[in-house]
């Protein structure tokens, strides 16, 4: 899972100073009315997928005040109602890749993501003909400056978690479960007061695929084109993330 991290969390930090703090909090919305419609309620002390929904809003810094609203609304008889979709296909050489979307209209987001994989050098598969190259995992970011265990500690706590692995980067940790130990992390994080900037199930690819800078940045630039449309929620993919290619996106 090396430079899995690395790339999480520079997306995670250039988010919060670019144009993608709309769309970042257009996603936390989606999160939080799906974790209301199909969690359990707009009660986070009793529904533990709006309360990770909440911790990941905080995490982008979306305002209290608009957090509140989204429940409220997502409570409401007038809800919007998202349905989760996925997609699978290839980028240009050969690089897979794997969508997650939320949408209120299924045939606009076909549509789009099929729009995006052909004017790109891509193609659309079908479901189910990627999956096999990636595995779910709970992955949860921590801020170090919101931790007061020491090191050693905290690295036996998260252990007693379920952690697998633990990668630091600058100010950052990332905590990676087994995707049926998530819920485990998530209380075990609770009893320890951390509350997480990030915490989700993603798809780790198994294998990566290298490619020269100017390849790369052309999967990474058909990332950016996906992660723009309102719909989508997660872009995997199977590009190898070098330090070279990193120094690239930190350049930008």
Known sequence: ???????????????????????????????????????????????????????????????????????????????????????????????????????????????????????????????????FLFDRKGVFILDQDHVELNSEDLELELIDGGALDLEKEKDLITVYTEFTDFGKMASKLETLHIEPKNAEVQRIPLNTTELPLEEAMQILNLIDKFEEDDDVQNVYHTLKITDELISEIENK
């Open 1 to 131: 899972m090396a430079g899995h991290s690395k790339w999480a969390n520079i997306k995670h930090r250039k988010g919060a100073q670019d144009k993608k703090r709309a769309k970042q909090f257009t996603r936390a919305i989606k999160e939080i009315t799906v974790a209301v419609k199909e969690g359990g309620g707009d009660d986070p002390e009793t529904n533990s997928t709006l309360r990770n929904a909440i911790s990941n809003a905080k995490g982008v810094n979306m305002p209290k005040d608009t957090i509140e609203r989204a429940i409220k609304k997502a409570s409401g008889a007038d809800a919007d109602t998202y349905e989760m979709v996925t997609f699978e296909g290839y980028g240009p050489h050969g690089i897979a890749i794997y969508v997650e979307c939320t949408t209120d209209n299924t045939n606009r987001t076909v549509a789009s993501i099929r729009s995006i994989f052909s004017k790109n050098g891509g193609g659309l598969g079908t479901n189910g003909s990627l999956e």
